[in-house]
Structure formats: C-alpha cells, structure tokens
C-alpha cells in the first residue's frame, strides 16, 4: 500500500514570496490533515478537510495561508507572502475517518525554510 | 499553554535495558492518547494507543499506562534496542473528531 506522497520534500524562499506545498493522501482516506512542525515543537494542526470540506481550520492563519482539497483526493497548502516565522516541516496526514479512533498516516513532509 | 508536556527532552539508554518515556497532560477531558515515533527526515509513524477506559495497553516490546487520576502516560520500550533510537511523541484528543494535541517530543537514544 503506497503511504502519504508530499512534494516538494525541500523549498527556500525568501520572505514575503509565495509558495505551495502538495499532498497525496492514502486511497481512500476521506480525512486529510495538514501539520506544521517548527524545530523542536510537536506539529501542530493547521487545517483538517473530511473529503473536500474543511472540519478545522481554526490555527489556520488565514490572512496567508490557504488550503484546498479538490475532488477530496489531494490536497494542496499555500503560503502567501511567507514570512520568517513560517519556516518548520510542513506535514501531511490522512485516515480513514475522524469518528473512530484511527490513527493517522504521515508522509515525509516538506522542509520549508524561509530566508 | 502546552496541554500535554514530555519534560524530558532526551532520554539515553543501554540496548537491552527498559526505556521509560513520560507524558502529562492538563485536560481531563482527552479520552485518548497516542505515541508516535519519528526518525530524521521522515513523518511520525503510529505506535500505540490506549483509551482512556483503560490503564495499559501493550503491544510486543511496547506498553504504555495510563494514569488518570494523575494525568499520566507512560511508555515503556522492553527490551531497547538501537533501531528504536528516534523521537518520540505524545499525542492526546478529547473526544470523537477533536485534533489531536501534541507533545514537544521526546528524544530517546539506544546505545549498543
């Protein structure tokens, strides 16, 4: 079974650009979950979709960060314009569904640094 | 406010002897917790679980115990070995479709 596809696995910019971030999840897992990691924390949870809609974007910034998950299969993160603090892993997950206890599937993640 | 906290920042132990990684958490209301492990340049992968109606679950070299009255996970790797050398993480939730909260991670090291 193929796991969590993320690409890039590696990006810099520089600050104030634009950059996005591509996740394919497991076949089919209706939820799919995108993480931030900064150096020395756990992830935390910036958008979670079940299929194509969004069920938790509250640590969203949303004033440049956007996210989209077409057709409920993959899924894509933006970042526009980056600032220094966005540099950490950006983090891919899926599962089956959020009403049981499932546990979640990670992919590789992409490094972002921002300079 | 870290809701749930790993206070051990790294951990070194022999191959072969017991690892213990700790985890506390403020909120009585997370039903469930996770432990997910994570080598360099890889996502976290799943451990182990327990539900919060129980008090131990236990999985091959892998138990983790719970402790509600005092908001207490643990879990125990016996025995270490070197392959288990990774960061590792506490996860809680509170309730069905709630995110999970993490922990900052625990870094364990298995000596030969």
């Known amino acids: 079974e193929a796991g969590v596809a993320q690409s890039p696995r590696y990006k810099i910019i520089e600050k104030r650009q634009s950059v996005a971030f591509w996740c394919n999840p497991i076949s089919g897992h209706a939820t799919l979950y995108w993480y931030q990691q900064i150096l020395g924390q756990g992830p935390k949870l910036l958008i979670q979709f079940q299929n194509n809609g969004v069920v938790d974007d509250s640590q969203l910034p949303k004033d440049r960060f956007s996210a989209e998950r077409l057709k409920g299969v993959d899924s894509t993160l933006k970042i526009q314009p980056a600032k220094l603090e966005d540099s950490a892993v950006y983090l891919c997950a899926s599962s089956l569904a959020t009403h049981v206890y499932n546990e979640q599937f990670f992919g590789p993640g992409t490094r972002l640094t921002v300079l | 406010d870290q809701q749930v906290k790993q206070n051990s920042p790294s951990l070194s132990v022999q191959e072969g002897r017991i690892s213990i990684l700790n985890c506390d958490y403020t909120n009585s209301m997370f039903d469930y917790f996770l432990w997910y492990k994570k080598y360099p340049a890889e996502g976290p992968t799943f451990l182990i679980s327990?539900?919060?109606i129980k008090d131990k679950n236990e999985d091959g070299r892998f138990t983790v115990f719970l402790n509600k009255s005092a908001k207490h996970l643990s879990l125990h790797i016996v025995p270490s070995q070197p392959g288990d050398s990774a960061v590792y993480f506490c996860?809680?939730?509170?309730?069905?479709?709630?995110?999970?909260?993490w922990g900052l991670g625990t870094s364990l090291a298995v000596n030969p």
């Open positions: 327990i539900s919060s």
């Open positions: 996860a809680a939730r509170a309730g069905n479709n709630r995110k999970l909260i």
